[in-house]
């Protein structure tokens, strides 16, 4: 019968087995705790794979030996799938074998563990060998224990009666394991997704993926700094990952985003070749006035000279940074001025949508433009709300759609102030702001220095906008420059 006190040491291992989230971690445990069971000297957990079955730890106590993971992996090659291997036979049929002595035993081929004792100076005596299959009744490995001990330190045969705790134990690390694979899976899902999306984002405008995977290189340097330094704001694997799915994901909803607004990259965008074969139709016109005597060719070329002349004008403000009240009072002039068309009607040179592109002071978007631009940060909320995230994950859709708040409540969407807005968040758009000022391959400004970028950033410090305590960590890591060997 099985003593209550093994009873509880085999419930508590289980229990470890399945909190166990670190897959290297988990293999080691398997066979460690199934050797304290059953009292052994020495084991083997083998994985099977498609050529047959690998090692993966191989341990023995008494010569102190433990062998497998990523710090000493096992070059030997796998076991083929045949019969005369013990360790196969019990894979092929699903069921444990006990063997008392290797040495009597005459069903199976032990040669390998005699060369193993002839190298090693190791006795290889008693053998429990158990299938680790899951609840579905799929087969993950083997699981084979070698020499069981006495109280007394001595080789025996492995008790028939502690098989069934050994199965137990192989059949819960094989659950572990494949509920470990299946989270792998959902991850890989999740990471398969973030790609298609981000690679939908760049279909539609190069410049907005190239501008996410920035933020996500930034994020990620950021975060292994804080780990390097020891700083008390550190991240867990979970919460690294829920903050840089928000990071990938933070964009999402520019999917929406008419591309005449996302990559317009002057005030008046297409616009300007209407402005142009306006302008070459006065041209025209003013040549037919001439033709037919209503002007003379001072004034004809009086015309074309006041026309250039604006003309320059209008291409020059019209990729502007910052336009001057001057500026803006000249667009106002050009915009009242007319023309006589060919039909004797009195037209615009400029028309009242042009008139209000060109009159946008910093920037290429007009005040209904830059509103749906901003309402992408809405749609990201409202794409992710519609993915069902692991729950530690959950944050990532929150984060994603806050990134565009500011702590002095000027940001938008919904103008929350700081005590609302996760420090995560206020990360997230600190990378934000950085990269947009940076960026090299936007199409309506040129690459600013980092240390400027960097002044803008403090200047939102001073305005209230910005977390100052994380960007003064954010310029201490450096994040932005790559790491030399």
Not at 253 to 259: R, S, T
Not at 448 to 460: Q, T, W
Request: net charge negative.
């Amino acid at each position: 019968m099985i003593k209550e006190d093994e009873m509880k040491r085999f419930l508590a291992m289980c229990l470890s087995l399945t909190a166990e989230r670190d897959r290297e971690a988990l293999l080691s445990n398997i066979l460690d705790n199934a050797m304290d069971i059953a009292n052994a000297d020495a084991g083997t957990l083998y994985l099977l794979e498609d050529d047959g079955l690998h090692f993966c730890r191989m341990v023995t106590r008494s010569l102190g030996y433990r062998q497998g993971g990523h710090a000493a992996p096992i070059s030997l090659p796998p076991v083929p799938m045949e019969e005369k291997y013990v360790c196969s036979w019990v894979a092929l049929h699903n069921e444990p074998i006990n063997v008392a002595d290797v040495h009597t035993d005459t069903h199976f081929d032990f040669t390998g563990s005699l060369r193993y004792d002839a190298m090693t100076g190791f006795h290889t005596q008693s053998m429990l060998v158990v299938p680790m299959s899951n609840d579905r009744g799929e087969l993950i490995g083997v699981a084979q224990l070698i020499n069981a001990m006495d109280k007394d330190g001595n080789t025996v045969p492995f008790d028939p009666e502690i098989e069934l705790l050994i199965s137990a134990i192989s059949s819960q690390a094989a659950i572990s394991i494949t509920n470990m694979k299946y989270s792998e899976q959902i991850t890989s899902l999740l990471d398969s997704l973030v790609g298609a999306l981000s690679t939908a984002i760049d279909e539609r405008t190069p410049y907005n993926a190239n501008h996410t995977r920035n933020m996500v290189r930034y994020g990620a340097r950021f975060l292994d700094w804080l780990d390097e330094t020891g700083n008390e704001w550190r991240f867990d694997a979970d919460k690294r990952r829920t903050f840089l799915l928000s990071v990938w994901l933070h964009d999402v909803g520019k999917l929406v985003v008419p591309l005449e607004v996302m990559d317009k990259e002057s005030r008046l965008g297409s616009k300007l070749e209407d402005v142009k074969a306006r302008f070459h139709v006065i041209a025209l016109l003013d040549r037919v006035a001439a033709l037919e005597g209503r002007i003379d060719a001072q004034e004809l070329e009086r015309r074309n000279e006041k026309r250039n002349e604006t003309l320059a004008f209008i291409e020059r403000i019209n990729r502007a940074g910052f336009l001057p009240d001057e500026d803006l009072a000249a667009v106002d002039e050009l915009a009242a001025r007319t023309y006589i068309d060919e039909d004797g009607a009195e037209k615009p040179w400029i028309t009242p949508e042009e008139h209000v592109c060109l009159s946008v002071r910093k920037g290429t978007l007009t005040a209904e433009e830059r509103g749906v631009m901003e309402s992408h940060v809405v749609v990201t909320g409202r794409i992710l709300e519609h993915v069902d995230f692991p729950k530690m994950y959950a944050e990532t859709p929150r984060w994603a759609a806050m990134h565009h708040e500011l702590m002095n409540g000027r940001g938008y969407p919904n103008h929350i102030t700081a005590e609302s807005i996760p420090r995560e968040v206020r990360l997230l758009t600190i990378l934000d702001v950085f990269d947009a000022l940076t960026a090299r391959d936007r199409p309506y400004k040129p690459a600013m220095p980092v240390e400027k970028a960097l002044g803008i950033l403090h200047s939102m410090v001073n305005e209230g906008g910005v977390d100052g305590e994380l960007l003064t960590l954010f310029e201490e890591s450096k994040a932005w420059e790559e790491k030399t060997a």
